[in-house]
């Protein structure tokens, strides 16, 4: 009598584990399905760069909801950078990154070219607006003006789009014996200054 009450018990319990087990193991797989639907969908909706903020909410056991905000942390980047060295070019962080995606064109090398040629525009003919030593040939001490910022800003990326990434020239190493020719003898040191401030902008 007593074995078969062992038994019975025995065989109630590990019924009951194995249903417990199978209830946990289906909200398991359905929790872990619909995340990894959420993320995939989520990767779809990232724009093309790798500068990404992401925040999110815990997940709940049992709940397939995940919020995720993004936001494109570039101009953030560059802001700070811009800040950091006190550039007149701060408030213009957002507008460089977007006249540069519209380009497609790295939007740190129109930045670093302004520091490398002007101190990011302040060290510049006063009230031109070129900070990028635009137009201004050898033995010239002054070159184009522009109208303000945005209209500068413009104008740089249009040139460097069509002038160089157009023809496959898209680091500061290529572009550097074309916009800086006289920087080749004292040993590319326009393209090292460009990529030195580039890379800081990781």
């Not at 408030?91 to 519209?102: E, F, G, I, K, R």
Request: aromatic letters at 10%.
């Amino acid at each position: 009598m007593r074995k078969l009450m062992i038994l019975l018990v025995w065989t109630c319990a590990t019924t009951l584990s194995l249903i417990l087990s199978i209830l946990l193991l289906k909200s398991y797989v359905k929790t872990k399905d619909g995340s990894a639907l959420l993320a995939v969908q989520a990767r779809e909706m990232l724009p093309k760069n790798s500068y990404q903020l992401y925040a999110a909410l815990p997940q709940v056991l049992g709940n397939s909801t995940i919020a995720v905000a993004k936001e494109d942390a570039r101009p953030v980047l560059l802001r700070q950078f811009l800040q950091k060295y006190n550039s007149p070019l701060m408030p213009y962080a957002q507008t460089l990154v977007t006249v540069s995606d519209n380009n497609d064109i790295d939007f740190r090398l129109i930045t670093s070219i302004a520091m490398c040629e002007s101190n990011l525009g302040k060290k510049m003919p006063q009230g031109s607006f070129n900070a990028w030593g635009y137009a201004i040939y050898t033995g010239q001490s002054a070159g184009a003006n522009f109208e303000n910022w945005d209209h500068a800003i413009k104008v740089m990326a249009d040139y460097l789009a069509k002038n160089f990434y157009s023809r496959g020239l898209t680091t500061p190493e290529q572009i550097g014996p074309i916009y800086a020719p006289p920087s080749v003898e004292t040993g590319n040191s326009w393209a090292r200054c460009v990529r030195r401030f580039m890379d800081e902008l990781i």
